[in-house]
């Protein structure tokens, strides 16, 4: 039971998707959970259950990197929370293997997510959001030790409790990123609400949709709308010459491997360049070559058939949406002439990404105690904390949000099981060293008295 009138914890994790989640696992699998020689640990997720990405769970749609890359296994390959336990536990481990896939659904993801979440709920309090995180002066007078945290219940927007931390991990998730002045509604969606915003429609009164967008959210919104709505035109609205394909070639690959993120940290601001510049194309505004083909089989269907349901508007980007009652007009900008047009649609998807995590907001006034770089970004360390000036001796950790320091596995599940390891490992050095450091400081206190 949870002793609200003096909870202080080791670690506190803001958020609780697949990141803090593997944190829960490491922390657990290094029987640092609450043990008497261990960490405490607790986590905030201001969702009611668990859920990642929940609006994407299309049909057939499947993961984009191997089964080998879950929770636990680049860590821990023995470990019990793995995508192959799950498998065991689930009874399909010979029928999974039979499939001869290394990429499962990404609803038979969602399904290991939850199964291992299960195993380590009793740490985590859902509907709960952390609004603030403030300083804890330490007793001898010396650098803050904790950070006080203030929980906000979800259900009644009320402060729920109050608890102290010695170390934050923040993972609150990327912040979904709409159109220039287009605000969300019942008829324009943003892709992270796709599907509760279909289910809210009737599908006959969905004659015209557009999808914004050249990326993988984008292409598979695309593909779905033309199979569920047989009645209905489709328009993929795209700001490039068609889709891009995704490179996931074994060598492009190797960026998202862990020891990527040593070279990529180490590296010269010209290495760093170079990775953007030679592999963005592993992940972004890049489409998998499966989906590249559907949709192009979809079209060429219709040619042959005489019809025409699909429509690809490429060099084409979004000007402006107005809405008035159930129309929505977008106006649009084609081709290199720069030429304007109207689109009439029942619906708009905007699969236009999302803004990295940005945790400013959270810290307040503890963020003039975070160092920055002159691109004003957070200076960070190596095990993912941020760097601070002497006055903080807790750490603030963040998994997100760092691409500009780690690379481009900063936000993705790629990296996820060493990563939540490293930052384990971190906030157990720390904390014996500063254990040391604050026993010392006694005994020359006492040593001076």
């Known amino acids: 039971m949870i002793d609200r009138e003096n909870e202080t914890y080791d670690v506190v994790g803001i958020g609780f998707g697949p990141s803090n989640l593997a944190l829960a696992i490491a922390l657990q699998e290094r029987g640092l959970d609450g043990s008497e020689s261990g960490l405490s640990s607790h986590f905030f997720e201001r969702q009611h259950r668990f859920g990642w990405h929940r609006n994407m769970l299309l049909p057939s749609t499947t993961m984009q990197i191997s089964f080998l890359k879950d929770l636990v296994t680049f860590r821990n390959p023995t470990s019990r929370f793995s995508f192959i336990s799950f498998l065991h536990a689930s009874g399909r481990l010979p029928q999974f293997v039979n499939n001869q896939d290394f990429f499962p659904t990404r609803q038979e993801f969602h399904q290991y997510l939850e199964w291992a979440q299960s195993q380590v709920a009793g740490h985590v309090s859902y509907g709960s959001e952390v609004t603030s995180i403030q300083p804890v002066q330490d007793a001898t007078g010396e650098a803050p030790d904790r950070l006080r945290l203030t929980v906000v219940a979800g259900a009644t927007g009320q402060v729920d409790r109050v608890v102290e931390a010695?170390?934050?991990?923040i993972s609150t998730g990327l912040v979904p990123r709409m159109l220039d002045g287009v605000e969300s509604d019942e008829r324009v969606w943003h892709s992270s609400e796709f599907l509760h915003k279909f289910h809210c429609m009737d599908p006959a009164s969905l004659r015209r949709v557009a999808v914004v967008g050249a990326g993988q959210s984008a292409a598979e919104i695309t593909r779905f709308l033309y199979d569920q709505l047989p009645h209905?035109?489709?328009?993929?609205?795209?700001?490039?010459?068609?889709?891009?394909?995704?490179d996931d070639t074994p060598f492009a690959n190797q960026i998202f491997d862990p020891g990527a993120v040593d070279d990529y940290y180490f590296g010269s601001e010209q290495t760093r360049e170079a990775f953007w510049r030679y592999h963005r194309?592993?992940?972004?505004?890049?489409?998998d070559d499966e989906v590249i083909r559907d949709l192009y089989r979809r079209t060429y269907d219709d040619?042959?058939?005489?019809?025409?349901r699909l429509h690809f508007l490429n060099l084409t980007r979004v000007v402006d949406v107005k809405r008035a009652g159930p129309e929505t007009r977008v106006s649009l900008r084609v081709g290199p002439g720069g030429e304007t047009r109207e689109l009439e649609v029942d619906a708009l998807v905007c699969?236009?990404?999302?803004?990295?995590?940005?945790?400013?907001?959270l810290l307040r006034d503890l963020d003039q105690h975070c160092l920055r770089d002159e691109a004003g970004r957070f200076r960070m360390e190596r095990d993912y904390r941020i760097a601070t000036t002497p006055y903080l001796s807790s750490g603030i950790y963040l998994q997100g949000g760092t691409e500009h320091t780690h690379g481009l596995s900063s936000s993705l599940l790629s990296n996820i099981a060493v990563r939540s390891g490293e930052i384990t490992d971190s906030i157990v050095a720390r904390g014996a060293g500063l254990s040391t450091k604050r026993s010392m400081f006694a005994q020359a206190a006492g040593g001076i008295r």
């Open 303 to 308: 040619e042959v058939r005489g019809v025409q």
């Open 166 to 169: 010695r170390n934050v991990v």
């Open 232 to 246: 209905a035109e489709v328009s993929a609205i795209i700001p490039s010459y068609g889709y891009s394909v995704a």
């Open 351 to 361: 699969a236009t990404g999302y803004h990295s995590m940005e945790p400013t907001k």
């Open 281 to 287: 194309n592993t992940n972004y505004s890049v489409v």
